[in-house]
């Protein structure tokens, strides 16, 4: 949905023991507001850049994941540094495993993946205002009348490789 220019995408964490590059355009970029990505960014919101797993190239270092609580009840999957713990993407349970949340303020460019959405502004903090274009949601949205033809193709093929690894 996003356009970058064509650029190449990568980040990393803090120690930059951990490095990785996208390839592509994200499938969407969420800003959260919600109470958990409040506490956990320990901010005002979480933005989340989503890509397929195979989308996200390791160049550095592998992430120690860490089963953190979530709203669902069901635990969010967050891949840290091992040494500065700094998280860099986390899976949640109902996406699956195959669609990555890249933490977008890892990016060495970070400016390059503004959200296309922001969800959950039920519990948005009250000084912060959003842009009157801004796309906005009080929790979730429609995938089907939000993200991008190509975005939604990309993950009808998502699904079906999903599939074909669980028979
Ligand atoms: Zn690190
Ligand atoms: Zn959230």
Redo the contacts with the bound molecule.
């Keep these: 949905m996003t356009s970058n220019g064509g650029s190449i995408m990568e980040g990393g964490c803090t120690c930059r023991q951990l490095r990785y590059r996208l390839c592509g355009t994200p499938l969407v970029v969420h800003a959260?507001?919600?109470r958990?990505?409040q506490r956990e960014t320990g901010t005002a919101?979480?933005t989340n850049a989503l890509y397929e797993a195979d989308r996200v190239a390791h160049l550095a270092g592998e992430p120690d994941v860490v089963v953190t609580p979530s709203?669902s009840g069901k635990g969010q999957r967050i891949a840290r540094c091992p040494a500065c713990r700094v998280s860099i993407w986390s899976n949640y349970p109902q996406a699956g495993h195959a669609v990555r949340f890249i933490r977008v303020g890892t990016l060495d460019e970070p400016d390059q993946l503004p959200p296309d959405i922001h969800?959950?502004t039920s519990s948005k903090q009250s000084w912060l205002t959003l842009p009157p274009s801004a796309k906005a949601v009080a929790e979730l949205y429609d995938l089907e009348s939000t993200w991008s033809a190509e975005s939604l193709e990309r993950r009808r093929v998502m699904r079906e490789k999903a599939k074909a690894q669980q028979a």
């Design positions: 959260c507001h919600c958990w990505c919101f979480a709203a969800i959950f």
